[in-house]
């Protein structure tokens, strides 16, 4: 890895390195720290998994005006999505709720679920998944890059087929 100074910071994922060195002799190693709203409120990638636990994984996402997350199913995996900024229906098991900055919704594991979003600025979540649910460190500019990213949707397909 590239030693890393404060000045050579300027990307998210150099700043989550930046992090990451500057704590690592701290106790905590395999932990992530830093401010979630400044990187959520920067990116601009349709998902950005910022860390992956043994457990549960963080992910920033940004959702264009008229865009959404997609229809999905995690028989396997809780998903939490605080909602930073935007507005979006939230549809649960064909049931729909809009919600707003900072609103927050769990998603247990096999609810049919997709955020769509219905206003007129781009939508910012950050979201917690519980199996991790994707590859550590993908990032996916847009909803299409993630369709075509066989190698994640594997992972995430094999998370999911895991029982209980």
């Known amino acids: 890895m590239k030693q890393l100074s404060v000045h050579s910071v300027t990307t998210l994922r150099d700043i989550l390195k930046y992090i990451i060195v500057s704590y ?56 939490t999505l605080y909602i930073v900024s935007g507005i979006c229906d939230v549809v649960l098991n064909e049931e729909h709720t809009k919600v707003s900055g ?9 609810t049919r679920h997709n955020f769509i979003n219905v206003g007129n600025e781009v939508v910012k979540i950050i979201t917690t998944y519980s ?31 895991l029982t209980n």
């Open 24 to 79: 690592s002799h701290m106790p905590y190693i395999n932990s992530f720290i830093g401010n979630i709203e400044q990187l959520v409120m920067r990116n601009d990638n349709f998902r950005e998994v910022l860390f992956t636990g043994k457990k549960s994984q963080l992910v920033i996402m940004s959702i264009p005006v008229d865009g959404e997350v997609g229809e999905e199913v995690h028989p396997n995996v809780e998903q």
């Open 131 to 161: 199996p991790p649910n994707h590859l550590d460190e993908r990032v996916h500019a847009t909803i299409q890059d993630a369709a075509n990213d066989k190698e994640d949707e594997a992972f995430s397909e094999e998370v999911n087929a």
């Open 102 to 110: 900072g609103d927050v919704v769990v998603v247990t594991p096999g």
